[in-house]
């Protein structure tokens, strides 16, 4: 039996069934400090070094200071760390880590990533969806999310918001356990959990550890990594890791630890927690060292004057040497002979147990919900539209057909095509805000990417793009009074959508692959000032100098207002007024004589390169999102 088949098996049962996790000589290094323009190479940091041991079902911890590796060395054991760099490989049941164990097994990441629009029982039921096989009815399914909400304690906030930062939700605690729920859904045989007292104050903390405690009593094998837990945490323990700069000082019965110390010269002071004790060894700050030549005096022997350095080597060292290292290594050497099947090159394959269209239609409708239920982004973002068409129609209400009237015409148009170009800047954070949980929700194998991105198209595009631009253009177009036709008012709205839609995918292919919001809004107001210049209106097209004037073909407003002009001015007579003796020679009496004078060619296909131009902009800008999106760095 393969190792894919082990844990399944392992995972089809609901308690008592835990695999085994055995870790062979793990090391990891990163490359840090390289720079590819003076082809300097970066330096080498270990992070781990030769690790080795094995975590039984029970509650295992992984313990040490900050900066000791534990948070990699749990990204290690659940396949969550890029391969490169990495030595030494990972067992389940004795057998090779399956491609897909990420997929098999649950992950609680340190930051918890919920959508907070959502209930309790809404999350437990998208995760139930994505992540449990189709075979499984959808009755099924509902009673297993009911018995997981009340295994979890979390019956009575069932139907309450989780919360974000403007709505009210669910405590810190229920809500770390929403985020152990969202994984036991799968029912794994193996759940990791990065740092889960995180935020919580020591009641909390103790409640989530509690719970975590009575499902390694069923079976199941929890692997956590955590920083400096109080006693009645510690004592729940079954198992205990210590590191120090990525090395093993201790690795046994958790129980067992404080008589290790004590017996290689640490021994801990009454009333004192086991956690900081070991905390003060590594440190190099322990004031209870035993020492057979101390009449009551103060240390001053060389131990106490050892350098940090020395007291990790001399830890190292101490367990290299005791009983535990050496039954460790018997028993990894049983778990080596009776494995059957080769080590493969590392691979990190995502496997799925729904089909595209059931992916899509859940991950749609949570998105959708997602919007109507953030008044800030869906709600806001029409409001402000409505206010701004009211300025604008107040400021260029009813122009006249008359030099003015050009003049504002010109003005209003222009200032709308801007106005779709930046207020489409919003789109940044799409995928910035949501960037923690869409990594971890992609590489544990709820949905793919393709599902994703178009999920996320379609609701960006529909809610907060098309939508404001036809309120804009309802109330804006007939204030300035504009071409009073059918069809000059639908072209008008037509193109003020296809700008809103250019910039939006610009906006996305700019910020996809950005962490902060605000460096992404500098690039794009960057990439926005450049081709307004270049839109017609700052400086006349034609007197550009050549080897500039192939940047206007890259603005976005250019296209937007050149369209509009052609939609608007043609067929316009501004001197219909004035006595044609009158005129004054090289006055622009037509909108045809304006356009030609801003250099706008008002053919048919003049008028319609406008929009195939916006149309393939957009499919480019969107193609160069989705490429990001596929290569963005999901794996620390």
């Not at 009340?150 to 709505?167: P, W, Y």
Request: charged share 15%; glycine share 8%; hydrophobic share 40%.
């Amino acid at each position: 039996m393969n190792g894919a088949s082990k844990l399944q098996s392992a995972g089809s049962a609901q308690q008592g069934c835990g695999a085994t996790v055995s870790f062979h000589d793990i090391h990891y290094k990163v490359t840090e400090g390289g720079n590819c323009l003076c082809r300097k190479k970066g330096t080498t940091k270990d992070i781990l070094i030769d690790l080795n041991g094995i975590m039984t079902p029970g509650l295992n911890a992984i313990m040490g200071a900050t900066g000791s590796g534990k948070s990699s060395f749990l990204d290690v054991l659940a396949a969550r760390k890029d391969p490169a760099g990495l030595s030494g490989e990972v067992l389940i049941n004795g057998a090779p880590q399956p491609p897909n164990f990420k997929c098999l097994s649950g992950y609680v990441v340190q930051d918890d990533v919920v959508m907070g629009t959502l209930t309790v029982r809404e999350n437990f039921r998208f995760s139930a969806a994505l992540r449990l096989p189709s075979s499984i009815s959808q009755e099924e399914k509902e009673q297993k999310v009911n018995r997981l909400i009340q295994e979890l304690g979390l019956t009575r906030v069932a139907d309450s918001k989780v919360g974000t930062q403007l709505i009210r939700g669910i405590s810190g605690g229920e809500r770390k356990r929403t985020n152990i729920g969202m994984e036991l859904i799968i029912d794994p045989s193996v759940l990791f959990l990065d740092e889960p007292t995180t935020g919580l104050d020591a009641s909390t903390a103790n409640s989530v550890l509690l719970l975590l405690k009575r499902m390694a009593k069923n079976g199941r094998t929890i692997i956590l990594s955590i920083h400096q837990p109080r006693y009645s945490i510690y004592r729940l323990f079954d198992s205990l890791t210590l590191l120090v700069s990525g090395k093993q000082v201790y690795h046994g019965p958790a129980q067992s630890a404080l008589q290790y110390f004590s017996d290689i010269g640490y021994t801990c002071e009454p009333h004192n927690n086991p956690a900081d004790f070991f905390l003060d060894v590594i440190n190099g700050e322990s004031t209870a060292v035993i020492y057979s030549n101390l009449d009551g005096g103060d240390p001053d022997s060389d131990s106490v004057s050892m350098s940090r350095r020395g007291i990790e080597q001399k830890l190292v060292e101490e367990y290299r040497n005791c009983q535990y290292y050496k039954q460790t290594r018997a028993d990894l050497e049983r778990i080596i002979q009776g494995k059957t099947t080769t080590t493969t090159a590392r691979s990190r394959t995502i496997t799925y147990n729904t089909g595209f269209l059931t992916q899509f239609r859940w991950v749609l409708k949570r998105t959708f919900r997602n919007l109507m239920l953030n008044p800030q982004t869906s709600v806001a973002q029409v409001v402000v539209t409505l206010f701004l068409a009211l300025v604008v129609g107040a400021i260029f209400f009813d122009v006249q057909d008359d030099q003015s009237g050009m003049q504002n015409r010109f003005g209003a148009l222009f200032f709308i095509t801007v106005n779709q170009c930046f207020s489409s800047l919003s789109s940044a954070e799409l995928f910035i805000s949501e960037r923690k949980l869409f990594i971890h929700e992609y590489i544990s194998g709820y949905y793919r990417l393709s599902v994703y991105f178009l999920s996320k198209m379609l609701s960006d595009i529909i809610t907060l793009r098309t939508i404001p631009a036809i309120v804009f253009s309802c109330v804006a177009y007939f204030m300035i009074g504009l071409k009073p036709t059918v069809e000059a008012f639908f072209l008008f709205m037509f193109t003020t959508m296809l700008v809103a839609y250019t910039a939006t995918s610009m906006a996305l292919a700019i910020s996809a692959d950005q962490t902060v919001v605000a460096i992404a809004n500098i690039f794009m107001t960057i990439a926005c000032v450049f081709m307004m210049i270049f839109a017609g209106l700052l400086v006349n097209l034609p007197s550009i100098v050549s080897w500039l004037s192939w940047l206007k073909y890259l603005s976005i407003p250019r296209y937007g207002l050149s369209a509009l002009q052609i939609n608007e001015f043609s067929g316009l007579n501004f001197c219909s007024t004035v006595n044609s003796s009158m005129i004054p020679p090289g006055l622009d009496c037509t909108g045809e004589d304006f356009l030609t004078t801003q250099g706008v060619d008002y053919s048919t296909w003049g008028f319609w390169q406008n929009h195939l131009a916006l149309g393939l902009m957009t499919i480019c800008f969107l193609t160069i999102t989705y490429i990001k999106l596929r290569f963005i760095r999901k794996f620390t």
